[in-house]
């Protein structure tokens, strides 16, 4: 079984918005393309992250290109840098106005965070919408 079989279902997820390709070189899939909006770059990456060997299979350079549709999800490209005690709950009442709107603010950031409760200090999170 091939790498192309292995990840059926990200490319099954990227038909229809990615213009690109998915690629077999060297023993990695190449995801080479653009997307129209982050979130379906996100919804690309998370599909990805589905196989738990994604970091040693998959090269991935995909790119954002919709402007105005990908500043749609976030608030003109507000950023928030991670605090000590920090909590995504904490960040989404302060910004959001909703603890419970965490999700959002991690389903924005799914490029650098694996886990809602995984945040680091220094980190920069992007801020979608309330």
């Not at 990615?18 to 997307?35: N, T």
């Not at 709950?89 to 603010?105: N, V």
């Amino acid at each position: 079984m091939g790498l192309r079989d292995t990840y059926a279902y990200a490319i099954s997820v990227a038909k229809g918005k990615f213009d690109g390709s998915a690629q077999e070189k060297d023993g990695k899939l190449h995801f080479v393309g653009s997307v129209k909006t982050e979130d379906e770059k996100n919804e690309l990456w998370g599909a990805i992250k589905t196989i738990p060997s994604w970091k040693d299979d998959v090269v991935a350079d995909i790119k954002v290109t919709g402007g105005g549709a990908a500043a749609a999800g976030a608030q003109a490209g507000k950023t928030y840098t991670v605090k000590s005690g920090d909590t995504l709950s904490k960040i989404a009442k302060e910004h959001l106005g909703d603890g419970t709107a965490y999700m959002k603010i991690f389903n924005a950031n799914k490029d650098q965070l694996t886990d809602p409760d995984k945040i680091q200090p220094g980190q920069v999170l992007k801020l979608p919408s309330a």
